[in-house]
């Protein structure tokens, strides 16, 4: 057997799980959304001409672009004192920023149920200390969907970026604040620059994973709140209107390729090691 | 001399990782109270909630679904992706160079889409029972786990070593069970503990492919949540923590935590 054979041997049965448990469902259901309607892309003027369709998507994306942003600021400053702490503190930390992530969506989104629900421990400590006559209705509002979503993603974004952080040497720092920068300059010219790859890739997990989401808008959300992933859900399994749940399964897809890959290209321009 | 951050990032970063641990010291607490409804702090302590979990036939059911299916899934998916990362290390010049890319792509497939389609075409489309189909889906979600942190320890490992058996006429598959495995053998449990936890969670894929009589814990809970708001969700939540702590605790002494950060 030449090694080329042997080559393909070994990486075929892999292969062939992605390629018919993924590449054919897929392609299927995006066949479904040119020949399920009454033209050929019956489907997508259908999807378009919806103002409901339209604000669902309008949603998601806002919902999905407040998060990375806020999940950019607050990951990004958490990292870095993260990245400069001391070797003992600093897996500390990590350990902390890791348990959450490794713990299941449905239990994270759940506690914000019980932190923001009618009875729950906000509305609660409002009413004891006075502050509201009537407990506040902050579940299935845009707000409440967010705030859990950012408290699904944070631990990623820190995770991302310390690993950023940490292989920008120090001595460059150094360097720049001998030459006479300003601890301020020095951030600003040197290390944004080289986080820059960092903080893209952290923002495309982020902003992918947010816009694709299920578990979270479903009970954070509802049906006031309704999210892209919730309403594919909702058309697939209470309407039956597979047509239009695979279109909003294409309209994810290209939404998700096309900010990874217009992400990718940026963080290439942008980094200043390469090219 | 070096300085710490600044107080105002200090403070900024305490309130991150206060933000982090608080809702999950919430439910630790919540699933303790004496009260038939969900509270924090809890009123009186009981252990009753953790018994209740066990006496609701649905989630002792789900709870062995969802850790046979963990565990089989993983275990077909590294069956499939060990071999695949082998050869991606090893031929480097007889695969083509995009073949990586398509082992990542269901991560590139948002998990709705791929859940939705399986539906479609393997579960209702060809009659694939509903087990078999979940099987196939977590094999998929966890697949680039799989290849990734196998093939990373692989990386680093020197084939020039496997070369030295085949040459002194140890047959290729015993110089791969003999000599290669052995050396990747943190990387292969990581990648089973990393993907098991993965599907064990997994809430996107299984809400579609989870039929009658058959549901996986997280699909559970939600289902359990829309009916009743009690401690028992706040006991199966804290149950699900503990996994992560194990998960966390092999993580630590296969490739360490701060592999999670590259």
Redesign the interface.
Known sequence: MT??T???A??M???L???L??????L??FA?TFTGGEGPLAAYAEFFTSRFRRVVLWRTFEVAAVTTLISLV??F??A???A?SPARLK?W????????????????S??????L?R?G?VN?TLLALGAIAEPLSMLYTQGSVIVAMV?LF??LM???L??VL?SIPEDLTDAAASLGARPGAAFRQVVLPMAVPGLIVGSVLVF?GS?????TP??LGGEQQMMM?TF??QR??VTFD?TG??TI?AV??VV??AT?LAMSRLAQRLNPVAS | MRR??HPA??A??VL??L???G??V??IG?SLSDTS????PPRGLTLDWYQNVFEISAFRRTMVTSFTLATFGTLFSL???I??A???A??RV??PRF?AN??V??V???????G???????AI?AGVPVMASLL??H??LV?PYC?RVVGASLNGFDFSVEEAAVSLGCPRWRAFFTVVLPNIKAGVIAAFILAF?TS??D??VS??LTGPGVSTL?IQ??AH?EQF?DPT??SV?VL??GV??A??AV?ERTLG??F???
């Open positions: 090694a080329r042997l080559a393909w070994l990486a049965p892999a292969l799980l992605v390629l448990g993924l590449g054919l469902p897929v299927a259901t479904t607050f990951g400053a958490a870095w004192v993260v400069k897996s930390l990590i350990i902390a920023a890791v348990f959450p992530l490794l713990t299941g969506v449905v239990v994270r759940f506690a914000w149920l019980v932190i629900g009875g421990i609660e408290y944070v631990p820190i995770l991302t310390v690993g940490e992918t816009f694709t989401s299920y578990a479903q009970l992933g594919l859900y697939a399994m597979w749940a695979s399964a994810m897809v998700t390729l990874v | 710490g951050p990032l200090a900024l970063t991150v990782f933000f982090l641990l809702p999950l919430i439910i919540a409804f969900l509270t924090f069956l499939l992706g071999p695949a082998y050869a991606l090893r031929y007889q695969l073949l398509v082992y792509l269901p590139l497939i948002p998990e709705i889409v791929l939705f389609s399986l539906m479609k075409s393997v489309g196939i889906g094999a998929l697949l290849v936890i064990l969670n809430v996107s809400i579609f997280p809970l939600l949540m708001f969700i706040a939540s699900l923590m992560t702590v998960v966390m993580i935590l701060t999670l950060t590259k």
